[in-house]
């Protein structure tokens, strides 16, 4: 069974929809990515660090799960990571109203013996100091390694952020993000700048409007499936990512016709995200629903024309 290690917030979240709000719910993108992966069956474990005030039933919630969280420094006087945020009312579009990072201020890492040796390797989204800390602590490069960031960390960190991008083999960003990251407004040409920074895998996320992703001049585009009921897109960035790096660690192809179907897989997963709040859908999801819900996205996507 092929190792992944996942580096990235665990936190609380306050999150404000036009259907409704909620006070420090769980969150994090280390939690969602987890999730989402644990629905492969691969040996998977967290790095992260969280407060006294984290309560332990979250950190046996992932446990259930099979997911390792010997790698999650609690710091008994210190809090958890916290943020806020709220949506616009088409929901494509949120505002970030707090970010505290608290005990993630001065974390220094530290892999846990069993995944040091890990196969695959998903940077979530937190301080590019940390991300580069954990690559530096794995002695044999991991078959594959992945990150996804935000746009907060190119205001804040933006020069370890580019040290980190250029040792690694695929980006995940959404599409405002590649923009910013790359100076230019159509993702084709950010794709080629991010590719030139080290990626030689760049997947755009366009929330509602799917996915792209981008090698070598090769493009395929995932949709997402159009949903009835969505509730809050909180974390949606992060199950794609997971379900991305999940599908890869399960078959061990790190291809480019294989990362097409990581990237449905993780279109997939993000769909079940959104229709509740927080990582509420994510926890209850089965195996079954996934399968008919990938269903979905063949015929939502295959058709028969003819060339002349
Ligand atoms: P997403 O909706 O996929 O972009 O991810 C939202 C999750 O990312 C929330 O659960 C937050 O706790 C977490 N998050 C928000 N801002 C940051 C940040 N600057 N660094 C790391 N994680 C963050």
Not at 78 to 96: A, C, E, I, P, S
Not at 199 to 228: Q, S
Request: charged fraction near 25%; proline fraction near 4%.
């Amino acid at each position: 069974m092929n190792k992944l290690l996942i580096v990235g917030t665990v936190a609380f979240d306050a999150i404000e929809t036009p259907f409704g709000q909620t006070d420090k719910i769980l969150g994090g993108a280390a939690t969602y990515i987890s999730l989402s992966a644990s629905q492969f069956g691969v040996k998977s474990g967290i790095v992260s660090v969280v407060g006294g005030d984290f309560p332990k039933e979250y950190l046996e919630k992932l446990n259930e799960k099979d997911i390792n969280t010997d790698g999650i420094e609690i710091i008994e006087a210190g809090k958890t990571f916290f943020w806020k945020g709220k949506y616009h009312n088409d929901l494509n579009t949120r505002d970030t109203l707090i970010t505290d990072l608290n005990v993630l201020a001065d974390f220094n890492p530290v892999v846990p013996k069993e995944f040091i040796d890990t196969d695959f390797l998903m940077l979530g989204n937190l301080h590019p100091s940390v991300q580069m800390a954990v690559i530096n602590q794995i002695p044999v490069r991991p078959r594959l390694v992945a990150l996804d960031t935000m746009n907060f960390w190119m205001d804040n960190a933006l020069e370890e952020l580019m040290e980190v991008i250029a040792k690694i083999d695929v980006i995940t960003i959404n599409d405002e993000e590649a923009r910013q990251l790359s100076g230019e407004y159509s993702l084709v040409r950010a794709a080629q700048k991010i590719h030139k920074m080290g990626p030689k895998f760049v997947v755009i996320k366009k929330g509602e409007h799917g996915a792209l992703l981008f090698n070598n001049g090769d493009v395929f585009f995932a949709p997402a499936l159009p949903l009835e009921d969505v509730f809050d897109p909180t974390g949606a960035g992060d199950t794609f990512a997971g379900g991305f790096i999940g599908h890869i660690a399960k078959s061990g192809d790190i291809s480019f016709e294989n990362m097409k179907r990581a990237v449905i897989s993780g279109s997939n997963l993000a769909s079940f995200c959104v229709e509740k709040f927080g990582t509420e859908r994510m926890e209850d999801l089965s195996q079954d629903e996934i399968q008919e819900r990938l269903l979905q996205f063949k015929l939502l996507t295959q058709f028969d024309i003819e060339l002349s």
